[in-house]
């Protein structure tokens, strides 16, 4: 069988290292997206010869067509999408400035939309393709001091959806993962600041504890294969029971 090739946005750290990792280990050659060269490369040293690190900026919205041609003139074709990389930051809703606002709008709604359409436009070519996007249970619920973060995840579900309905005609599929609480550089460093939110978000996680960075990978590994072929459209939470309520 023909290898797949992937692109993981943010693959040096956190969720998307994990995703990244699992998909070398599988024999899914994977480009991975983000600014820090060193860490780029670092992760594709451990990942070995499955990976690909490419320095980019994903809000440099005009260079996305040349960076997926690029891609496609190495490897010929782009069967898994995973929209993994996003910033966020804790204001006070009165405190959040428009460029504040602007900026995590752009890092993580923007860049996935341009992303993905000209994915999509590879994707359409050969018939075939499986877009992840990450978004957060910061889309449904209410977490404090994250507005801009939580309007950027809700834009990434509603996108979901709606690329889902227009690109699963075409052999694309398109899902979500909304995370809770994963252990990574973004959630821990915010929770070991102020260990009595920990205690709360742990108290409200009916599985008692937070997520690792390995339980996203198994999810995206899942739906952008093709054990997962007749799902589209779907938000699925991988958060210890968080968003079921109890
Ligand atoms: P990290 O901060 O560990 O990783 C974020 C990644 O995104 C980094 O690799 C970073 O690379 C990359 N990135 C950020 N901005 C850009 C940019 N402009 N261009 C290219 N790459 C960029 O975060 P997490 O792993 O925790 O989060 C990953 C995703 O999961 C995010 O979308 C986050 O919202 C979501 N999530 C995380 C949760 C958690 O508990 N950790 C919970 C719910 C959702 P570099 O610095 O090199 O640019």
Redesign the pocket.
Known sequence: MEQKIAIV?????????AIAKKFTANNIYTFI????KA??DNACKEFGANCEAIV????NLKGIPELVNNIVSKKGRIDILV??????MKKNLVEVTDEDFQRILF??VN?VFSLSREVAKVMIAQKSGSVVN?????SQYGIPQVIA?SAS?SAIEGMTRAMAVDLSPLGIRVNCI???????????AALDNDPARKQKVLSRTPMGK??M?ED?ANAAYYLSSDEASYLTGTVVPVDGGNSIGF
Do not use: E, Q, V
Request: aromatic share 10%; hydrophobic share 35%.
């Open positions: 946005t943010g693959g040096s750290s956190g969720l998307g290292y997206i983000g600014r820090d860490n780029l980019f900026d994903l809000t929209n993994n990389a996003g910033i966020n890092t993580n860049s990450i978004s957060s249970m910061a973060y995840k909304a995370p809770g609480f994963i252990f990574t550089r973004m959630s821990s937070l997520g960075p996203i």
